[in-house]
């Protein structure tokens, strides 16, 4: 009952940059926590960055100073921000949300969206 869809996917050359967007939509009674997270092939997935309801944020060493992940509440949208693109960033990525509701509350994800970093 609640869905998470990202865009903004695709190829880009070192040091370039793209712009993920996540969009939550359904029965979302409060917002916990929102985020990304991103699994290359044949590794685990990790987290890049997430932010609390009060703002909050924090970054995968990897992606500090690079990645920014942003927010507008009254789109239910998130964002991410990745400048400085390196090949190591190939991945695919997913929105995380953490959503508050006695019934529907909990942990959702979104479909994936591939981000590939190549000259």
């Known amino acids: 009952q609640v869905q998470l869809v990202e865009s903004g996917g695709g190829l880009a050359q070192p040091g370039g940059s793209l712009r993920l967007s996540c969009a939550a939509s359904?029965?979302?009674?409060?917002?916990?926590?929102m985020g990304w997270y991103r699994q290359a092939p044949g590794k685990q997935r990790e987290l890049v960055t997430i932010m609390t309801s009060g703002g909050s944020t924090n970054y995968a060493d990897s992606v500090k100073g690079r990645f920014t992940i942003s927010r507008d509440n009254a789109k239910n949208t998130v964002y991410l921000q990745m400048n400085s693109l390196k090949p190591e960033d190939t991945a695919v990525y997913y929105c995380y949300g953490d959503f508050g509701g006695l019934i529907l509350g909990g942990e959702y994800w979104g479909q994936g969206t591939q981000v590939t970093v190549s000259s």
């Open positions: 359904g029965s979302i009674n409060s917002i916990n926590a």
